[in-house]
């Protein structure tokens, strides 16, 4: 069932509880995440920012059960990844959550049609056309369809990407750094189409970003640093953001001079 504008009635898309992670052991031991606890709402377009190390990108690979916490619980669609098997989340992945990664990861064999219904595809489930067409002509790639990705410049396979991450009628679509390879015309063309995603489509995303104009296109920034979430803004300015950065950079620079 495609999701509506107004769906969204203050539902959580996706939760974390108290996740910690940490990699390796003893003296090399790294807390990349150190008992984060947030909600991701229905229908709202989210940035995670911070400093380099901060552990957005890992934040976001544990909700997207693409990495497993050391302990907490994270919640996608009202589902406990903890409690499901490696077949459950397999499934969850496929059919519940929509990913658009900064190398594009398009299959260069296949035109961009068939990149776009690659996971439909290997779910073995036909496509619904109405939502296919809506898709494509929101994302404008119906004239560059026949095409394989090396016909096509990087911001348009980019949008491929972003069309076959909303195919499936995700709950969630992730986003990391989905703009970190592209020029800024072609980063406003897909940021673009995320925003209206969640304005005409009532998706839900989530995007892992270091770019202040990219997450301007937000409702919502989340600032993490050292782990934690230390600040939000809803409603950001680039100039908003550009300031609080700074502020995350400055005291990332002077914890590690003391």
């Known amino acids: 069932m495609t ?3 107004g769906d969204a009635t203050n539902a959580v898309a996706a939760s974390a509880r108290d996740l910690i992670k940490v990699y390796g052991k003893g003296e090399a031991e790294v807390r990349a995440l150190d008992g984060v606890t947030v909600d991701l709402m229905q229908g709202e377009f989210t940035a995670i920012m911070g400093p380099s190390g901060s552990g957005k990108s890992t934040l976001m690979h ?3 059960a693409l990495d497993t916490p050391t302990s907490g619980e994270a919640v996608v669609d009202g589902t406990s990844l903890g409690k499901l098997k490696d077949k459950d989340l397999t499934t969850l992945r496929r059919e519940r959550v929509g990913f658009v990664f900064q190398s594009f990861n398009l299959v260069p064999t296949l035109s961009a ?4 219904l690659l996971p439909l595809s290997l779910a073995g489930r036909k ?3 109405a939502w296919f067409d809506q898709v494509v002509d929101a994302v404008g790639l119906r004239p560059r369809l026949g ?3 090396s016909e096509m410049s990087g911001g348009q396979q980019q949008r491929v990407a972003c069309a076959r991450a ?3 009628q995700p709950r969630i679509v992730f986003a990391d750094e989905p703009t970190g390879n592209l020029d800024s015309t072609s980063s406003a063309e897909v940021l673009g189409f995320l925003r209206r995603s969640v304005d005409e489509f009532g998706q839900t995303v989530v995007m892992v970003t270091h770019d202040p104009v990219a997450a301007s296109y937000t409702d919502r920034v989340l600032f993490l640093a050292d782990g934690v979430i230390v600040d939000e803004l809803r409603s950001p300015d680039r100039d908003q953001i550009l300031a609080k950065m700074a502020s995350l950079q400055d005291a990332a620079v002077k914890k590690a001079a003391s």
């Not at 049609?113 to 776009?116: A, G, K, L, W």
Request: charged share 25%; glycine share 0%; aromatic share 0%.
């Open 3 to 5: 999701q509506q504008p």
């Open 62 to 64: 544990c909700l997207a």
């Open 113 to 116: 049609e068939e990149n776009i």
């Open 127 to 129: 496509p619904d056309r």
């Open 147 to 149: 095409h394989r990705p």
């Open 166 to 168: 909303l195919v499936s």
